[in-house]
């Protein structure tokens, strides 16, 4: 792809998407972040007057840098939401079958962010939260047939703006992970499992139900540390002191997994919605606002699998296909988690997980993760 195509056209700008990009310094993360979002339209995106939601992504328990929602992203939206007015501000995360999302908010310092916003966190999963079964207008690729008696969805997300924050990282299954894959954690519940055979066509599933039920939508990515190689857990850090937002959840991503080397078009789920005019996956049809990332390539690796992946795709696409039902919707299920749990949780976090994290903290990030541990040292 020629420079040129990563920077602005001024033709046909009516019906191109935008993508701000920037590069930050963790001296200058809060009013980067707050720059960010006036780039990429944010008072456009998010009409006033309703409630907002913060999808944070937990990933993993353990704090792990590049893998889940970083608390000076956390923090600066915020921030910047309340300096624009809008109240109500909801974070919301679910858990997944391996992550405990309570203990992945006190290990990534998430809590100590919410404590000094006066915001508290929604557990998807807890029992107060009504889940309604919904019926979208669009017609869809596959979540009807993967739940035949009906697609099950927040009651509290109808109604409510949604800011998606993401990081950037690669993905075991999607090639990259961002703000489209991040829906997979609210919108579904505990059997979302069930959908990872035709995990791109249920993202895009879910990107045409987020537009009907949200008044506006919109993401916010930290690139500062990102994760390559068989994500979204078992990654090799980068610092890349980047941040992306956009109101194009498909553009978006398209912009991260340029950086990353990838080509955008030939990842399904990009490509469909794309197709489908859910949003704009070719970066030729982007405008990129902020920095210049033209010559940018962190030639990161799209398929990397660990041994834990490469099991699981032998059932999803592989020989095992036809056990597909017995292995992971029958009662027999739980033995899938307590591989996981043991390889992950287990083995690579304490072998090698933990070297990562070891070096990471010597990085000045590092050090601004440490301040965010508590409510009396996180940075004004």
């Not at 001296?27 to 409630?51: C, K, N, V, W």
């Not at 998606?164 to 690669?170: E, G, S, V, Y």
Request: proline share 7%; net charge neutral.
């Amino acid at each position: 792809m020629a420079a040129s195509d990563l920077q602005e056209h001024p033709d046909n700008d009516m019906t191109r998407s935008k993508v701000a990009v920037l590069h930050t310094t963790p001296r200058t993360i809060i009013e980067d972040y707050a720059r960010l979002m006036d780039l990429a339209d944010i008072r456009s995106a998010l009409p006033q007057g309703h409630d907002t939601l913060l999808k944070i992504n937990i990933s993993w328990q353990h704090y792990f840098p590049g893998c889940s929602t970083t608390a000076w992203q956390f923090d600066a939206v915020i921030r910047k939401l309340r300096s624009e007015g809008y109240t109500g501000l909801i974070p919301a995360q679910n858990r997944t079958v391996v992550v405990d999302p309570k203990v992945g908010a006190v290990r990534n310092h998430l809590t100590p962010v919410a404590e000094k916003h006066g915001v508290e966190f929604t557990y998807l999963y807890e029992p107060g939260v009504e889940w309604i079964r919904y019926e979208p207008k669009t017609p869809m690729r596959v979540l009807d047939r993967v739940f035949p008696d009906g697609i099950i969805i927040p009651a509290m997300f109808v109604g409510k703006n949604a800011i998606h924050l993401p990081t950037t990282k690669t993905h075991v299954f999607t090639g990259i992970t961002g703000a489209m894959k991040n829906a997979f954690g609210g919108l579904l519940r505990d059997n979302r499992h069930w959908t990872h055979a035709v995990i791109h066509e249920t993202l895009v599933d879910l990107l045409a139900i987020q537009k009907e039920i949200h008044p506006g939508l919109f993401a916010v990515m930290d690139g500062t540390i990102a994760g390559d190689g068989p994500g979204p857990r078992a990654m090799v850090p980068h610092v890349k002191n980047t941040i992306l937002a956009s109101a194009d959840q498909v553009a978006i991503d398209a912009i991260e997994a340029r950086l990353m080397g990838f080509d955008p078009m030939s990842m399904d789920f990009i490509r469909m919605a794309h197709e489908a005019g859910l949003g704009v996956g070719d970066p030729k049809e982007i405008e990129i606002v902020g920095d210049d990332i033209s010559g940018i390539n962190w030639h990161f690796h799209e398929k990397q699998d660990t041994f834990a992946s490469r099991g699981q795709k032998l059932i999803y696409w592989g020989p095992l296909k036809p056990l597909e039902r017995l292995l992971l919707r029958t009662w027999i299920v739980p033995w899938s988690f307590w591989a996981s749990r043991a390889y992950h949780d287990g083995y690579w976090f304490p072998f090698i997980g933990k070297k990562r994290v070891a070096a990471m903290m010597k990085t000045p990030w590092g050090e601004l993760f440490r301040r965010y541990g508590s409510v009396e040292t996180i940075p004004n």
